[in-house]
């Protein structure tokens, strides 16, 4: 195959693939055996052969060829003259009407530090184990810094650790400053609050402490918290809002389809089981055990092979109906988001795997959503036994006072907040149902909307009940000073 005929070949061509390349010692066929990201028409980054030797090979077509393979051999070159630890590129061109491509030494059975912190993200926050992960990438940020240079798209995967070494790769986004001089501190303070940013949320109290990895390899400057935590939320705001519009395009993370009769979405790495879901919807409602039925919605259990998914179909009920609905984004779309939304913040929801929209020359009717399904109790029925005597495990409490914590942090109010929507699972409560659920601009906006949140779940026990009064004590009334 030759390099430009890789632009049509989509997101999953067939593998292996021989790819006809040429350096200063004449053609060899690249042989591409796996694919690690593809940008369809773009980009192909994958693990293959050169001249007999294991190869991470980049290769860049369609019309953007060129300005991607200049940013890349750019910012390789870069780290490589400031003696920044990178993988070798051994080999790299550029052809008109075909493309670019760089090969680089492939690091056997090396791992990301993504994947590191994954291993030890559930582990109490700021265990040994995670410090070991984000000093080391700290520590490696700040070398880079200190030669005056910055990673545009800084996070744990641009990291590589083999052998005790760390790596620093995706030289696309490797920007400088004056190479060979320390980064201005306004510099330092943008690039580490993309780092810091996507960190989870519950790390934000231990910043400064990890801060004191960063220093110990770069502390040419004073670095204010409260300039840092301004660049963090700045990032934060922008990384919630990009990922919100990938939930409803078609991109690496999400498959999305969009046409006169139809939108349907659904993660990218549950794509084929979820065709499959989709198709048969109605019949796995009727086959399976349903939670509600008629009215505006339709919720039921199914079991899908060896899964079990929660199915919700929102329903027509009649012409009336329709005519408040086919015209705004479906009840489905926005649980869709939503769901999203509260995953990406760190809240616990139940996953939402895919979305469909039936449309008729793009009016909208019947909706469907399918989720993980929880199989533990409601608050309801987890604190029915304490009711009288007000004793309810501590745990559970504690993460009812975190649970309302991070929607007061983040302004969300859920909008029909009864014990039926909030389930115990894994030792923390799991937000469902939804369709009413809001994030505010403003505490203005968000505080009568949490008052309302709070009353009704009050309301799911007898106010001169001593599981009432408890709870009463503990949940925050006053939330004017949210974030």
């Not at 530090?113 to 700290?138: C, F, H, I, K, R």
Request: charged content about 25%.
């Amino acid at each position: 195959m030759r390099l430009s005929e890789l632009k049509n070949a989509g997101r999953q061509p067939e593998l292996p693939l021989k790819i006809a390349l040429a350096d200063a010692a004449g053609p060899a066929d690249l042989q591409l055996l796996s694919l690690l990201r593809v940008l369809p028409g773009q980009r192909y980054v994958g693990a293959g052969i050169w001249r007999g030797r294991p190869v991470l090979a980049k290769l860049l077509v369609g019309s953007k060829a060129a300005r991607h393979f200049q940013r890349e051999l750019g910012g390789v070159r870069l780290l490589a003259a400031q003696g920044l630890t990178t993988p070798q590129l051994l080999a790299d061109g550029l052809k008109d009407g075909e493309g670019g491509w760089l090969l680089f030494d492939f690091l056997e059975n090396a791992e990301s530090l993504g994947d590191a912190w994954q291993q030890v993200e559930q582990l109490p926050m700021l265990a040994d184990e995670q410090s070991a992960v984000l000093a080391d990438a700290l520590g490696a940020v700040g070398q880079m810094h200190r030669k005056g240079l910055w990673q545009e798209d800084l996070h744990l995967d641009n990291l590589l650790r083999q052998g005790g070494r760390l790596y620093l790769i995706d030289g696309a986004g490797i920007r400088g400053e004056t190479p060979g001089q320390p980064l201005s501190r306004q510099k330092v303070l943008e690039n580490l609050g993309v780092f810091f940013a996507q960190l989870p949320k519950s790390l934000a109290p231990f910043t400064e402490e990890l801060l004191v990895y960063y220093l110990l390899s770069n502390g040419e400057h004073a670095l204010p918290m409260e300039a840092l935590q301004k660049q963090i939320d700045k990032v934060r705001a922008w990384r919630l809002k990009d990922y919100l519009d990938k939930a409803g395009r078609d991109c690496t993370l999400f498959s999305v389809q969009r046409g006169p009769f139809g939108l349907r979405a659904t993660r990218r790495d549950e794509e084929a089981a979820m065709l499959r879901v989709l198709e048969q919807a109605d019949a796995l409602l009727e086959q399976g055990h349903l939670y509600k039925t008629g009215g505006t919605a339709s919720v039921g259990k199914v079991e899908v092979g060896t899964r079990t998914l929660l199915i919700k179909r929102y329903n027509i009920k009649g012409f009336a109906h329709w005519l408040k609905r086919f015209w705004r984004p479906s009840r489905a779309w926005h649980s869709w988001r939503e769901g999203h939304r509260l995953a990406f913040l760190g809240v616990a929801t139940p996953k939402p795997l895919a979305v469909l929209e039936k449309r008729f020359l793009g009016l909208r009717s019947r909706a469907y959503l399918v989720t993980e399904h929880l199989s533990g109790p409601d608050v309801i029925a987890r604190f029915a036994p304490y009711v009288e005597r007000g004793d309810a495990p501590e745990a559970e409490l504690a993460a009812l006072d975190h649970l309302f914590a991070e929607l007061i942090r983040e302004r969300i109010s859920h909008g029909d907040f009864k014990g039926h929507n909030l389930f115990w699972q894994d030792d923390r409560w799991v937000l469902i149902d939804l369709d009413s659920m809001r994030q505010h601009g403003s505490v203005e906006s968000f505080a009568p909307a949490y008052a309302r949140d709070r009353a009704r779940f009050m309301r799911n026990w007898p106010q001169g009940s001593a599981l009432y009064q408890l709870i009463d004590q503990r949940l925050p009334r006053d939330v004017s000073s949210a974030v």
